[in-house]
């Protein structure tokens, strides 16, 4: 059994910044993880993929958020976290952390909210 639990959303104005954490605990810890990444679901949308990370080190990130938001992670800590910069109105969503491991599961938490609104 794996969970993903996140923290770290909240309020904030445009231009604003967040930064988002998923702890990782079970079975298996983070650096055991393939790819770690984030998501998101703004109201009346589909969930999106947002930015991965891979054991490597290996980042790729969604046009809309290339240059704002930074992924990383501490395997130590079994904690990866995503860093969002210069936020604007349409990052409002729900975000995601996924776990996909090179065995094909995918382990997801329980969202937590960015609203950004001045």
């Known amino acids: 059994q794996v969970q993903l639990v996140e923290s770290g959303g909240g309020l904030v104005q445009p231009g604003g910044s967040l930064r988002l954490s998923c702890v990782v605990s079970g079975s298996i810890g983070s650096g055991s993880i393939y790819r770690m990444g984030w998501y998101r679901k703004a109201p009346g949308k589909q969930r999106e993929w947002v930015v991965d990370?891979?054991?490597?080190?290996?980042?790729s990130y969604a046009d809309s958020v290339k240059g704002r938001f930074t992924i990383s992670r501490d395997n130590a800590k079994n904690t990866v976290y995503l860093q969002m910069n210069s936020l604007k109105f349409d990052d409002t969503a729900v975000y995601y952390c996924?776990?996909?491991?090179?065995?094909?599961?995918?382990?997801w938490g329980q969202g937590t909210q960015v609203t950004v609104s001045s």
């Open positions: 996924n776990g996909a491991p090179l065995d094909g599961k995918n382990y």
């Open positions: 990370i891979t054991t490597s080190g290996r980042t």
